[in-house]
């Protein structure tokens, strides 16, 4: 419990935390802002309806050792800013799984010291968001319960559509190219990242993330950097309108209620629409598939209600912090400038610069002329 | 392929008819050649074949080295060069043959990920045994893919090899992995695939597509394979329709038309 206090931002969240017990019959991990107190289990009556799962056979709220995860916290109007994390969100969001979320902007706060890590009832610590999501299964909550074995087959065939096609456009889309990682990621990560990291935590993750498409597609031979680009982009252009087709007019890709593919899709879509990328070639043309940005909307505005209200938590959260320190900020300040003023004229007094004259007091007219003659002299 | 080139090629590729001196080249088949390889060719010639197209096999030694793309098989057709499954398709398709017209838009999308699930699963087991598991590696990987090559350079380019794969294995994250997690992932693809092939007789009912050809490649080519331990072979071997299928493709396509120039049997 104090764990939370400490890594989830802002104090909202901290008083939160005794809402846990409502919010986690209600199938939110996250304890939502302190507007919430007077509210009833807030609206997942169509969250609920929808959602497939939580056939739990354990005991009420609150009962067992809860599954803790640690992932990225959220910006761009989204949850989560990195795209395991949001997809391990969303599934537990679809499934209800009574999961802790702390939400960190430092990795090394994670108990394996990536993101998004699981630590389950038994401490023990999962990283792989796939073994992730096949832990919340094995948990039984499962929000492919209902789908038939070949949909099942379909989820797998498509995630590795996923995988091949749109991961390395991803991967390229922000933190490979240029203006829109100097602009985006690494501005984002800059700031959400505690001092001394942001230094160089970010340039790191890049130079992994640029290790890591080079292996993925180096094997296609490149001529050159931008033909491989032009050939990534329009196989990822395919692929999306591919998840279009078969999305047609559904509200989820296997009918009415969602399933761990949508979670998948969802990570990917959400974060190509919803950061705002100086150079977006790949936004246009997902802009231009209706049903796929009606898709996102719907579930980020069933599942992710407030957080995307809120605005860009983490800029939210410095300012917190900070217009509480503001009153001693400023007197530091002020104090710090008249410090410094002292010192200069003290200086300047006592090294001669600056010299105070005593005047004597006026004497007759025609005298003082004489006198101060005598003055004029005297300096 | 760039797209500019790639454009240039259709376009010259429609203008001629398929001639009948086309040749795949692949590695040598008794002694070179490994079990992804192999699954590579076999699927491009069960391709060609679905296509009635004729195709005539060589073996070279520096097939690696000759593809354009590094990756085998590659054909020579006319004056061009096309490696790969996916790239042949379409050129293919710009010579007039496809496979895929019959299908609808959902249709096609789902032949994708398919054959997208096929590439990123058994293909990455395949390669997986091959170079990550020791005593495969020891045992057979080694020795076949430098046989053509005299001491040391056979070591050598083994060794290029391996750590090459292995770097790959460790950006797609399976370099972590387990042999048995492997198999346990070869098990869930042949699921997958199982259950979408359920009781008809192609993933497309009555007419085979691409995706039967990559399928068929793969499947065959596990299943005739003798290597260190029968395991990848038996967890194919657990869904019944899976082995029907390659049967299936075996009689109708390689044994019917009598072209004896390759026989399918690997070593």
Redesign the interface.
């Known amino acids: 419990m104090p764990l939370s206090w400490l890594t989830t931002p802002g104090r909202r969240r901290g008083a939160g935390s005794k809402h846990n017990a409502l919010w986690k019959t209600c199938g939110s991990g996250d304890p939502p802002a302190a507007r919430a107190p007077g509210r009833a289990p807030r609206g997942p009556g169509p969250a609920q309806a929808a959602c497939r799962a939580a056939r739990n056979p354990r005991a009420g709220p609150g009962a067992q050792d809860p599954l803790e995860l640690f992932c990225w916290s959220g910006g761009w109007g989204l949850p989560s800013v990195d795209l395991d994390s949001l997809t391990v969100l969303t599934y537990a969001r679809f499934t209800g799984a009574p999961l802790k979320v702390h939400k960190v902007t430092n990795p090394w706060q994670s108990p394996s010291g990536t993101l998004p890590a699981l630590r389950t009832g038994h401490g023990e610590v999962i990283s ?1 968001p796939h073994k992730i999501i096949t832990h919340l299964r094995k948990e039984k909550y499962n929000a492919d319960y209902d789908l038939s ?2 949909q ?3 989820t ?3 995630m ?2 996923l ?3 749109l991961l390395p456009v991803l991967i390229h889309t922000f933190w490979v190219d240029t203006k829109n990682y100097v602009e985006v990621t690494r501005k984002w990560y800059a700031e959400a990242m505690p001092f001394p990291l942001n230094f160089f935590l970010p340039g790191r993750m890049q130079r992994q993330f640029m ?2 498409l080079q ?2 597609c180096g ?3 490149p ?1 050159n950097e931008e ?1 491989l680009e ?2 990534l982009y ?1 196989e990822a252009r395919e692929c999306l309108t ?2 279009s ?2 999305l ?1 007019s559904q509200k989820f890709f296997f009918g009415d209620a969602p399933a761990s593919l949508d979670a998948y899709v969802f990570g990917y879509l959400a974060l190509l629409l919803q950061a705002k990328l100086p150079s977006g070639k790949l936004q246009a043309h997902l802009r231009g598939l209706h049903n796929l940005c009606a898709y996102c909307t719907h579930i980020l505005s069933l599942y992710f209600p407030w957080d995307g209200a809120e605005g860009p938590p983490p800029r939210q959260t410095p300012v917190g912090p900070e217009t509480e320190e503001e009153p001693y900020r400023r007197r530091n300040q002020v104090l710090s400038v008249l410090a410094g003023l002292a010192a200069m004229v003290g200086y300047a007094l006592l090294s001669g610069i600056v010299s105070i004259q005593r005047t004597t007091p006026a004497r007759a007219p025609g005298t003082r002329s004489l006198s101060m003659a005598e003055e004029d002299e005297e300096e | 392929m ?2 500019v080139a790639e454009a240039f090629v259709s376009q010259i590729a429609a203008a001629e008819p398929w001639p009948e001196n086309a040749t795949l080249y692949q590695q040598l088949k008794g002694e070179q050649i490994l079990l992804s390889d192999n699954a590579a060719s076999l699927a491009v010639q069960a391709f060609l074949q679905m296509c009635n197209l004729p195709i005539k096999v060589v073996c070279r030694a520096n097939a690696e080295y000759m593809s ?4 085998v098989p590659f054909i020579h057709v006319g004056n061009q060069v096309v490696s790969e499954l996916g790239p042949i398709v379409q050129f293919v398709k710009a010579k007039g043959h496809s496979l895929s017209d019959g299908l609808d ?2 249709q ?3 032949m ?3 054959m ?2 096929v ?3 058994l293909l990455t087991a395949e390669l997986y045994l091959q170079w990550c598991d020791e005593t495969t590696v020891g045992e057979i990987t080694h020795a076949r893919y430098g046989s053509p090559y005299p001491w040391p350079l056979n070591h050598i380019l083994a060794y290029q090899k391996q750590w090459e794969v292995k ?2 294995m460790k ?3 399976w370099g972590n992995k387990t042999l048995d997690q492997v198999l346990e992932d070869v098990d ?2 042949c ?3 199982s ?2 092939l ?1 009781t008809q007789p192609y993933f497309f009912n009555k007419q085979p597509t691409e995706l039967d050809a990559l399928v068929f490649g793969h499947l065959y080519t596990i299943l005739t394979t003798q290597l260190t331990n029968d395991e990848l072979s038996e967890k194919v071997k657990n869904y019944s329709n899976l082995l029907a299928f390659c049967r299936r493709i075996e009689q109708h396509y390689f044994e019917d038309r009598g072209k004896g120039s390759s026989s399918i049997r690997s070593s």
Do not use: T, W
């Not at chain 2, 354009?68 to 990756?71: D, F, L």
């Open positions: 792989v074995a070949r099942g087959a379909d797998l065939a498509f590795s559509l995988e091949e096609k290790e890591r292996l993925l094997e296609h031979g001529e033909e032009k050939e329009q591919l998840l087709q078969r047609g | 760039s797209l354009p793309s590094g990756k838009e959902v096609k999308a789902e994708k990920a398919y997208e699930l590439n990123n699963m770097r790959k950006a797609i994250g869930q693809c699921q997958a695939l259950q979408r359920g």
